[in-house]
């Protein structure tokens, strides 16, 4: 089969294979990390397919294996946040999430294939979609916490409808899925091999996404960690974290190690922006909830921090202020999401 390559820039590559649109993210050296160049890439294919009778679904794919996407352009975001302050760091954010919300909203069926890393911003790309493909390459998670952030791009959505109190446990800790997790966890609906995904693109270019997934085998069911007992979706965040202080099993110790090198005030605002995602009516108002707490947490030091110790300087000893989960103005927190 022919392919019509439709246009490229720096980041993202367009094409049409039947009836099907290629957006390709290929940025592949940052991990396919989104910035605004990519969403506003990804923005004109949706637009200009809108209407085009010759484009029937839509496919997001990564230009190379290892990253679908591994999130927003963290770096990138603290060097604004820096210069010009946090209003004009979340306006960037912000036009980002929207393309996700777009990715969500459109008529026509979007696909994902997310092989490899989709974490953060790439599972607001590839996570909305209305079919989401997982590999055995696939690595999945929403680990703000560990940066000063918060789950945004729509991940508070996904976590608060996962399973008991299995998305506050990886909203919390940053925890990571592999392919059959993500699918029980509601982050992706399908698994196959990576190396059978040319056969599924080519499926999907001569034939309705409906029927060439209704074709595909069940994802057999993933067994959850018996650190969720822990996890009660209905308990207080302090009785939750005493819950995990007297767990014995391994992986509530484990939860114990990763919730102590995360940020003390994100691990707060995680917690109320899953609350506040529960009673969300739609993916678009749990957008603007995790938009109120992004907005917060930029305006704090513990964002900038953290990318830098992460990411910049790769010491791994960021300096939370505060240092303690118990010093945490939730007042503060509550005051943002008018609780």
């Not at 809108?50 to 190379?64: C, F, G, K, N, T």
């Not at 014995?248 to 990763?258: K, P, V």
Request: charged fraction near 20%; hydrophobic fraction near 45%; proline fraction near 6%.
């Amino acid at each position: 089969m022919i392919e019509d390559v439709l246009s490229g820039t720096a980041c993202v590559q367009t094409a049409r294979l039947g009836h099907l649109g290629r957006i390709i993210l290929d940025k592949p050296g940052r991990l396919n990390a989104v910035d605004l160049e990519m969403a506003q890439g990804i923005e004109r294919a949706l637009t200009a397919w809108r209407d085009d009778p010759q484009v029937q679904s839509v496919l997001i794919e990564s230009s190379a294996p290892r990253a679908f996407c591994a999130g927003g352009d963290l770096k990138a975001i603290r060097g604004v946040l820096l210069a010009q302050g946090p209003d004009v760091a979340f306006d960037l954010m912000n036009r980002a999430y929207q393309t996700m919300l777009h990715i969500a909203q459109y008529a026509k069926p979007v696909v994902s294939f997310m092989d490899g890393i989709a974490m953060g911003g790439g599972v607001g790309l590839g996570g909305h979609a209305r079919y989401r493909v997982v590999t055995e390459r696939s690595v999945v998670a929403m680990p703000e916490t560990s940066i000063g952030l918060v789950p945004d791009a729509g991940g508070s959505w996904l976590l608060s409808r996962a399973p008991g109190g299995a998305g506050l446990r990886l909203a919390l800790t940053g925890g990571r899925m592999e392919a059959a997790q993500a699918v029980a966890m509601g982050f992706a609906d399908y698994m196959l091999p990576s190396a059978e995904l040319d056969t599924l693109r080519n499926r999907l270019a001569t034939a309705a996404a409906e029927d060439v997934f209704a074709s595909l085998p069940p994802v057999p069911p993933s067994v959850q960690s018996p650190a969720m007992a822990e996890y009660d979706p209905q308990a207080p965040l302090g009785q939750i974290m005493e819950r995990l202080e007297r767990a014995l099993h391994h992986s509530a110790q484990a939860d114990r190690q990763d919730l102590s090198r995360a940020c003390p005030t994100s691990i707060a605002a995680a917690w109320y922006g899953w609350q506040a995602a529960r009673s969300a009516p739609s993916l678009q108002d749990a957008f603007a909830v995790e938009g109120l707490l992004v907005r917060y947490m930029l305006g704090r030091a513990d964002f900038a921090e953290g990318v830098r110790a992460r990411l910049i300087d790769r010491d791994n000893a960021p300096i939370w202020q505060p240092a303690r989960l118990e010093d945490v103005d939730v007042t503060a927190l509550q005051a943002v999401l008018g609780a």
